[in-house]
């Protein structure tokens, strides 16, 4: 069974940094590329970054470039958020997600909450 | 940045009905659109994929359908646990974009 699960949110200040991780189970990580998708408390889904299976490709929205890195380590089958300069405007529940690049997001984490606020 | 409209933002059926949800890209995307359901305080899970492709374990009922720039999701005979809200996604470009989502609510 294919599971994803995040950790490392909290309630953090603006201009903070915070790092979120992701432990995969249940499928050859190192195969997939990953990505990070957030929900601001009450809007829709917004994709925030990806990383492919190797790292060669790594792509960011426009709203978190400069800000945010994704990273992965396979050996640990592991996936990272790097937020350095966080604003309030980045409070949402962030999950993680298997997707490789052009296919879909097919499984999904049950999501971490992260709060900016001072 | 490819912008995908869904409408309407929200639609009010009665359980049985049978249902269309749109989703308009800002430009031609061929079939690199997906679509997910999330229910109230769950995880988005995926309905559809690459427009029209099934996926396993989902209920005959769903259905996709378009290519280009407009594109269908349809459920046959609404049920109960189907009100939920529906996010279409495109994978064409490399900046991954959501439509802002599709409420189905009961009427």
């Known amino acids: 069974e294919v599971q994803l699960v995040e950790s490392g949110g909290g309630l953090v200040q603006p201009g903070r940094s915070l790092k979120l991780s992701c432990v995969a189970s249940?499928?050859?990580?190192?195969?997939?590329?990953m990505n990070w998708i957030r929900q601001a408390p009450g809007k829709g889904l917004e994709w925030v970054a990806y990383?492919?299976?190797?790292?060669?490709?790594?792509y960011y929205a426009e709203t978190v470039k400069g800000r945010f890195t994704i990273s992965r380590d396979n050996a640990k089958n592991t996936l990272y958020l790097q937020m350095t300069s966080l604003r309030s405007e980045d409070t949402a529940l962030y999950y993680c997600?298997?997707?490789?690049?052009?296919?879909?997001?097919?499984?999904w984490g049950q999501g971490v909450m992260v709060t900016v606020s001072s | 940045n490819i912008v995908l409209t869904q409408s309407p933002a929200t639609l009010s059926v009665t359980p049985g009905e049978s249902v269309s949800l749109s989703c308009r890209a800002s430009?031609?995307?061929?079939?690199?659109i997906h679509w997910y359901q999330q229910k109230s305080n769950e995880s988005p899970r995926l309905l559809i994929k690459?427009?029209?492709q099934s996926i396993s374990g989902i209920p005959s009922r769903f259905s996709g359908s378009g290519s280009g720039t407009d594109f269908t999701l349809s459920i046959n005979r609404v049920e109960s646990e189907d009100f939920s809200i529906y996010y279409c996604?495109?994978?064409?470009?490399?900046?991954?974009?959501f439509g802002s989502g599709t409420k189905l609510e009961i009427k």
């Open positions: 997600a298997r997707g490789n690049y052009g296919s879909p997001f097919d499984y």
């Open positions: 249940g499928f050859t990580f190192s195969n997939y590329g």
């Open positions: 990383i492919s299976s190797g790292s060669s490709y790594i």
């Open positions: 430009q031609s995307i061929s079939t690199s």
């Open positions: 690459y427009a029209s």
């Open positions: 996604q495109q994978s064409y470009s490399s900046l991954f974009t």
